[in-house]
């Protein structure tokens, strides 16, 4: 059985950064990409930032880009979210989820995922 278990969420002032990470059970991390996405009440889920595969591409959401880092350590089978100058508009649960394709690229779509963490919550003041 794959588990996702995410941590890290919290509440922080705008320009504030904070870590999130999600360790993966139950199957071979390494081969495949991993993502993250966030989601508000009544909105959409929407993909954050996205990673290949090994150590490989990574790609991220345009409201994000330049401020949020996404790396993983497959020998800690863990997925981290680097979240730097963070933003009210940040607020959010956010999700980590496993991609569906063994020795995948990066997705942004939510169907290219089959497994995902319980979610943690981001409150960002102003």
């Known amino acids: 059985q794959v588990q996702l278990v995410e941590s890290g969420g919290g509440l922080v002032q705008a320009g504030a950064s904070l870590k999130l990470s999600c360790t993966v059970s139950g199957r071979t991390f390494s081969s495949y990409p991993m993502g993250w996405f966030r989601q508000v009440p009544g909105k959409e889920r929407e993909i954050v930032a996205s990673?290949?595969?090994?150590?490989?591409?990574?790609y991220y959401g345009d409201s994000v880009k330049g401020r949020f880092t996404i790396s993983r350590d497959n020998g800690k089978n863990t997925v981290y979210l680097q979240m730097s100058s963070l933003k009210p508009e940040d607020t959010a649960v956010y999700y980590c989820?496993?991609?569906?394709?063994?020795?995948?690229?990066?997705?942004?779509?939510?169907?290219?995922?089959?497994?995902w963490g319980q979610g943690t919550q981001v409150t960002v003041s102003s």
């Open positions: 990673i290949s595969w090994g150590n490989g591409i990574t």
């Open positions: 989820a496993a991609g569906k394709v063994k020795y995948g690229g990066t997705y942004s779509g939510r169907s290219a995922y089959d497994y």
